[in-house]
RNA sequence: GCCCUUGUAGCUCAGUGGAUAGAGCGACUGCCUCCUAAGCAGUAGGUCGCAGGUUCGAAUCCUGCCGAGGGCGCCA
């Protein structure tokens, strides 16, 4: 249990005692530090179901309280506030506990869920950019979060090859390369095993046929059909695609890898290609499947809603697929095959509007039964320092690893700026440099609320001063070098003693409120909870650090102590940044 | 037009219905003979977009208005 939890408990039978909900204690941390570490306002609340003043009722429950020897003092205070400082003893007690668990005291679900996490969300023939930055990081952290607690969980990028794009890049290649045995109507196999592009041609391809399909009807109606031909398997076309899946996916885990993040499968919309005729029987037995305009849709729009929903496309006129269609065959293939409880789409927050259809669609043609839960996960889009989407000065799109070079770059120039790591290999100080230009980005995404757009300075973000992940692993580092001082001079840690300074309490008080971070961020399926606790670890640590001279320090007993709290918030931080991604190098 | 998201310090952002709204950056002051200065200590900086409402209590919930971004059937 956590100390929030156990305080929250304390209070709650006090407030049973006086024949109140034990609903009113609940504890969390003050507001006011000088006045208290932990407040509870239940006597407010309670005072006029109480039919008493909510000033007696806090007298009442901080005089009950006060008699645990666990608390320092247990104050009313104000109109009915009572504050509640721990007593050193207790607090000391409480985060050797922690300390003393294989887990840190990191909280442990209660039930156990699969979570299919879908982010990353790569397509066919086009490089990851800075868009896919921001579902791979906080899909990646959610992920990590998410089996921390001990759920299952099933990361997916959902790959996007199966919609009209494909059809686009096939009249494109065919147009440009027409010679290819792909595109021979008499051939039914024997294609090359070579693929007949590169990524790179692939991504320039891509904007050009769509373009030329945008203007000219007569494309538009060639990219349709070459669409409808793919998905109904003819042989040329299906080779040329699974060529040119390939390219893209290659590079694409190439980034992922850079990235450091990672998927248990990589399933993409074709993947259920073959499941959309069955599944779209079996939506039409709901009764809510119609023709529309010659499309097959399912009507969606309920009475209630303040705008109804418009109607689903299940098919197009011409009986080809569409993105709901494979999205809804996926939410089949994870409850039905995979067992899903919970799936997570981490996805940009313009497509809310699709997903609220969608998950709609599911659950009144039971794809999705109840107990399944759907969430779009959304977010805003990384805008650059107009305002605008964040592009190269020439106007264009950043990809991906140009990005991570560019903060890498910054991070090898700090290095040799500082003369820090002269004496490291080449090798290491590389390591470094893209260890803390990653840390970086992913924690300057991350510490926003997902939410909302967010302005991406370059100038800002290479700094790495203050509140940066830099920062975060500095703390780390640290902790390490100092715990490699202290082996060589033959200290050893002691067991925890009552905070000496203030500093000190402050970091136990800091370290007593992890779990909630936790389970926080997982329920509100934001990681920003976490990095912004993970700060303040960070800033505690530091400060704790400036103002106790562990090595220094003549009592033993107090430098044992200090050692075993140094290790112990090492170890969370380390733990908590691994639940962010970020990886921490020896040194820096 | 309808719907969604959003508006907090000069800038970038946190903020769980509670008291005196917090960080970082930038500005200004100090601190490397001492465990890594990618650091620490401090100063200045706010009509929480505006107006109502609910509540013992509102940056937080509700309504309206204003500003910003986005979405609205055969793309994804």
Known sequence: MSLIALLGEVFGSTFEELGLD???????PSQRPELGDFQCNGALAAARPAGRSARSLAVAVADRAGEDERFGEVLPAGPGFVNIRLSDRFLAR??????????LGAPRSEVVSHVVVDYGGPNVAKPMHVGHLRSSIIGDSLARIFAHLGHRVTRDPHFGDWGTQMG????GMQERFPGLSYFDEARREGYPSEAPVS??????????????????PERAEAARRATLELQEGRPGYRALW?????????SQRADFARLGVEFDLWYGESTVADRVERMIRRMERSGRVTKSEGATVVEVADPDDEAPLPPLLLRKSDGAALYATTDLATIEMRVDDLGADVILYVVDARQADHFRGVFRAARLTGLAPGRVDLEHVGFGTMNGPDGRPFRTREGGVVKLGELIEMVAAAARLRLEENDLGGDYLPAEREAIAEAVGLAALKFGDLATHRASNYVFDPERFVSFSGKTGPYLQYGVVRIRSLLARAEAESLTEGGLIPPSRPAERDLMLTLALMPEAISRSASERAPHHLAEYTYRVAVGFTRFYDQCHILREPDPARQGSWLTLARYTGEVLSMLLELLGIDVPERM
Request: aromatic content about 8%; hydrophobic content about 50%; glycine content about 6%.
């Open 22 to 28: 034990r609903g009113y204690g609940k504890v969390f």
């Open 94 to 103: 409480w985060i050797a506990g922690m300390a003393a668990d294989p887990r």
């Open 242 to 250: 699974k060529q040119m899946v390939r390219v893209s996916m290659e």
């Open 199 to 216: 990524l790179d041609e692939l991504s320039e391809l891509y904007p050009e046929v769509a373009r030329a399909c945008a203007a000219d």
């Open 168 to 171: 686009m890049l096939i009249i």
